[in-house]
């Protein structure tokens, strides 16, 4: 089928069933083109909420659609492709963060929003990448164990060294294999470029970066810099969004292996089939969402 008509597929069902359909920046742009909204992580749990319609389509990986459900407990949370994991994600489970309070008795858990219902059930309070340093710095405890990214809690903790970070050797596949000979490179190729990158990138990476956020800080610095040449990195789908979006400016990717593949599963045609069959419904029980939702309402109430 051509592309033309399963897009015409998709917003015919849209429209049929009243469903809002959310895609993270790091989507193929066919897909972030359908979407009522395209945005991060949290944002999009937020918008579920905010939103009239009962089916929610949650174009991102498993983490993401399991956040929304949490935050939106009476509507139907639709993921395209159930197989789309966030690695990151998996690294941590509940035994670990158990394992690591006995360990630490006096530390509050930080987790990540980057993690699964189960692990946010078990920590004290949820971050996103953007709000990770205001909330370890609101926490009275001066021990914090971070969970599951060891690079964005390495970057928080230089920012905070009067408390104790310990970290959890987790870490996001795609930004972590970048390395401080990418950047070199690609700093060498554009000499009057700036450079972008997201804290979850490693230390010597960072270290190399004009700014420094999350893919929504990323896009607004991009879109307001007056730098005519910049070097994202992040995600290709960032690179790809601002090219389209800032004709007029040079947008480059620090690596050509700036992929994430889970993020690249969801196409138009599994976007159809959802829509159609309704398939890949994300369901928790009521005890598992009260039970992580509290570390979601403790990280919005700051």
Not at 73 to 88: H, Q, R, T
């Amino acid at each position: 089928m051509a592309s033309a008509d399963i897009r015409d597929q998709i917003l015919q069902l849209k429209a049929e069933k009243n469903a809002l359909i959310l895609a993270h920046y790091y989507q193929p742009l066919e897909v972030q083109d359908l979407a009522d909204h395209v945005c991060d992580s949290f944002e999009m749990a937020k918008r579920a909420r905010e939103a009239v319609q009962q089916t929610v389509v949650i174009c991102g990986v498993v983490f993401m659609a399991e956040s929304a459900k949490i935050l939106n407990p009476g509507k139907k949370i639709l993921i395209p492709v159930m197989e789309a994991g966030c690695p990151m994600a998996e690294m941590v489970t509940p035994e670990d963060v158990i394992r690591l309070r006995k360990e630490h008795p006096d530390a509050a858990v930080v987790c990540y929003v980057n993690s699964s219902a189960a692990v946010k059930a078990v920590s004290d309070i949820c971050c996103t990448s953007s709000s990770a340093l205001k909330i370890v710095r609101s926490l009275p405890q001066k021990k914090i164990i971070f969970i599951p990214d060891k690079n964005l809690g390495a970057y928080i903790a230089r920012q905070v060294p009067e408390k104790e970070i310990i970290l959890f050797n987790g870490f996001c596949p795609t930004h972590n294999r970048i390395s401080e000979s990418d950047v070199l490179r690609a700093k060498a190729a554009h000499p009057d470029s700036v450079f972008a990158a997201h804290p979850e990138c490693r230390e010597e990476v960072l270290a190399h970066a004009d700014f420094i956020g999350s893919t929504a800080q990323i896009l607004d610095y991009a879109r307001k810099s007056e730098a005519k040449t910049i070097i994202i990195g992040t995600e290709q789908g960032i690179v790809e969004r601002l090219r389209c979006e800032l004709p007029n400016k040079n947008i480059y990717s620090v690596a050509a292996s700036f992929i994430c593949p889970n993020m690249k599963k969801t196409g138009l045609q599994e976007l159809l089939n959802c829509l159609e069959n309704e398939q890949w419904e994300i369901k928790l029980t009521d005890e598992e969402i009260a039970a992580a939702k509290q570390s979601l309402d403790r990280m919005v109430s700051i």
